[in-house]
């Protein structure tokens, strides 16, 4: 009888003990406003996941198709989605969302609900499934599987009628039931505008915000997946939010909140809203290229490995993730020059984020919630996402500091919050201890789920976070430091008017070494010092940054400037300011006389004839000139200015979303004069602005 006394005995004592810690316990913070869901949590920590753009455009090199392209076309002969799941796997990402329909409304699954799909392609003699593949293969290599499909679809005759919601919520069955779980489903917000509809061939107009139905949509889409986030651009708000470009980038501010309801506009895209009532956070979307779908023409324009590590910190480092596309060549295969870009990524951030400094360092906080263990400064550098540093309620300004114990050197800041209890920092700021004096080495606004902050290399030996303000006692779930390699910039080349050539460094340390016969510069080859006279004729250029200390160099820039515009004339206008147009500087740009009605001309003489194939249009690239962004054109030549020949006419699709260059090519044809003719813009206004146009020459 005795044991057992002692062991009831000792079980009491302990009970006791407990209760009296707990009592000392002081009480978890309470979350502070709209907070994710389940299902929103999970894909934040996604982090990094592939789009993939494939559809029956690729073979007709468009950025959208029209709908009427015949299903023949597509025959990819070496298609393989193991390839692109491989690479999406070794480049780190952790899922890929699929075009399964995207604008023309082909489909990639031979749907019940329509002929047009791969099931009237040659390929796989019409038994192909591209969406069951990729979803195998995703599995196979554990990647998570989405689905883009386009509400907007420019093949159904019903499009713009009820008829089509019918058949876009079959179609979204079928996806949603067919091929396992889905994580994201993304309804992009291109919608409604000209196309074949059924051999209707016109313009239909919908409202986005209505048409759809969204509610009913997403009750529909959860029920038959209740993991899933939905991304939309065009109506009521889901879980995600685009960031209002393209381009790769969200606001360093970033909020994972906007309003439940009301309009959204570029401001609070970028930047979400501080007090917004509804937990809907930034995704990144951005192409490896130029554009979303394979051209040929941007095998050279592949993003390098600087502009893809500034993607990087601009997205997952600001509180957002990153959703970068590969585009699928006609062959049904990643170019293998973006399989090595994605590579070299990867690998540098491998290497960026190898030695966690702060793993060594003691870490102290002017504060600690109830004075307990639970919430102590160590929280914040143990390997535990879910535990944390938190302060008393009442507490808005409160630091954690780094001692490293010796000079260290560090150029990387990385700091998150438990965002289960909502997003809560406002302000905070960033110093090191530098012989023995403080140093601000940066002071920003938000952090949420994780933020990273780059600056110039540092050596300290203690690093303090300051939080300045916050909606709520402030927490931190994790801090690291790190020092990352730094890699030089590729240098930008571009001509004037004239005919000179410049290039420009990324930075201020570095030299500059040029080719202009095809070679791969080195620092042996010719140093670049001034701008450089080009004579007329096509001009080849590549370029190198060099930093003579480290010995490095950037990888390669590359233009092929076509015949020199020295001699060209504006024929159209008397405005000075119309040759920003020319002047090689994609920063300036120049607008038709804002009470011009469209159609605009912009009629160009060459000097004298050229063989012409084709012409490239860039638009305005700043953002409040958005406006003047041509999307519907006509391109005219003509030997004497008097009789005009029409050989190019149609839209610069995605434009708006995606400023980059629009090229058009056309048979050889000689004529010394050239008239871009601006039909629509994308605000449907009158004004037409150019930032350049060029042609392209036999
Ligand atoms: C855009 C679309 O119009 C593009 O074609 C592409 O799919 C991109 C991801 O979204 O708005």
């Not at 095998?299 to 585009?327: A, H």
Request: aromatic fraction near 12%; charge should be neutral; hydrophobic fraction near 35%.
């Amino acid at each position: 009888m005795k044991p057992m006394h002692t062991s009831i005995f000792v079980q009491l004592a302990l009970c006791l003990l407990t209760s009296l810690a707990g009592l000392a316990q002081p009480a978890p913070p309470k979350p502070v406003g709209p907070l994710p869901s389940a299902n929103q949590l999970r894909w934040q920590k996604m982090e990094y996941y592939a789009f993939i753009h494939f559809s029956i455009n690729t073979y007709t090199d468009m950025a959208w198709g029209l709908g009427n392209e015949d299903p023949k076309l597509f025959n990819p002969t070496k298609l393989d989605c193991r390839q692109w799941a491989r690479i999406c796997k070794e480049a780190g990402m952790t899922g890929i969302i699929f075009t399964a329909k995207h604008h023309s409304g082909f489909c990639l699954w031979p749907s019940k609900y329509t002929d047009y799909s791969v099931k009237n392609a040659p390929w796989r003699n019409g038994k192909g499934d591209v969406v069951r593949e990729l979803a195998d293969a995703c599995k196979e290599y554990g990647l998570k599987f989405g689905v883009y499909l386009s509400p907007w679809d420019r093949n159904h005759a019903d499009y713009g009628k009820p008829e089509y919601i019918t058949y876009f919520r079959n179609q979204l069955t079928e996806l949603l039931t067919n091929y396992g779980d889905i994580f994201e489903v993304w309804y992009d917000g291109a919608n409604g505008g000209s196309g074949y509809y059924g051999g209707a061939n016109e313009t239909r107009k919908i409202d986005a915000k209505t048409y759809y139905d969204w509610p009913n949509t997403y009750k529909l889409v959860r029920k038959l997946q209740p993991n899933i986030v939905i991304w939309n651009d065009g109506g009521d708000r889901a879980d995600l939010r685009w960031v209002g470009t393209e381009a790769g980038y969200v606001g360093e501010t970033n909020w994972s909140l906007l309003n439940a309801t009301g309009d959204v506009p570029e401001e609070m895209l970028r930047h979400g809203v501080e007090n917004g009532n509804a937990w809907v956070p930034g995704e990144v979307n951005t192409s490896i290229r130029p554009e979303w779908f394979y051209h040929e023409r941007e095998d050279r324009k592949v993003k390098t490995l600087p502009q893809l590590m500034d993607t990087y910190y601009n997205s997952i480092g600001r509180n957002g993730t990153l959703l970068l596309n590969f585009p699928i060549m006609p062959n049904g295969l990643i170019h293998e020059l973006d399989e090595k870009a994605a590579q070299s990524f990867a690998n540098a951030r491998k290497e960026a984020f190898a030695v966690n400094l702060a793993k060594n360092a003691k870490v102290t906080a002017s504060e600690v919630r109830g004075k307990s263990a639970t919430y102590d400064a160590g929280k914040a550098i143990d390997a535990d996402l879910e535990s944390f540093w938190g302060t008393d309620d009442n507490v808005r300004n409160a630091s954690l500091t780094l001692n490293f114990n010796k000079p260290t050197t560090f150029n990387r800041f990385l700091v998150q919050e438990p965002i289960r209890l909502g997003q809560r920092v406002k302000a905070f700021k960033v110093e090191a201890l530098v012989d023995g004096n403080w140093k601000e080495i940066d002071k920003q606004t938000t952090i949420g789920y994780k933020r990273i902050l780059r600056f110039p290399t540092v050596e300290a030996t203690q690093l303090r976070l300051t939080i300045l303000d916050a909606k709520g006692s402030p927490l931190i779930s994790n801090l690291a430091v790190y020092n990352a390699p730094l890699i030089l910039s590729p240098p930008v080349i571009t001509r004037n008017q004239t005919g000179d050539i410049q290039i420009k460094p990324g930075d201020t340390e570095s030299e500059l070494y040029y080719t202009l016969d095809g070679s791969t510069p080195t620092a042996k080859t010719t140093k670049y010092t001034t701008p450089m006279k080009t004579s007329g004729g096509k001009v080849e250029l590549k370029a190198i940054a060099y930093n003579p200390f480290t010995k490095q160099s950037s990888v390669v820039s590359e233009e092929k400037f076509d015949v020199a515009r020295s001699n060209w004339k504006i024929l159209s206008t008397d405005a000075k300011s119309a040759y920003q147009a020319l002047d090689g500087n994609p920063g300036t740009s120049w607008q038709q006389p804002k009470n011009l009605a469209m159609p605009t001309d912009l009629v160009i003489d060459l000097g004298k004839e050229e063989n012409l194939v084709g012409f490239r249009y860039l638009p305005a690239q700043n953002w409040w000139e958005e406006a003047s962004i041509i999307t519907h054109y006509q391109f005219e030549v003509s030997t004497d200015n008097v009789t005009w020949k029409r050989v190019s006419e149609g839209e610069f699709s995605n434009i708006k979303n995606s400023p980059v260059w629009q090229t058009k090519s056309f048979g050889p044809i000689k004529a010394r004069y050239i008239k871009l003719r601006a039909l629509k813009n994308t605000q449907e206004g009158s004004a037409s602005g150019y930032a350049e146009v060029d042609v392209i020459t036999q």
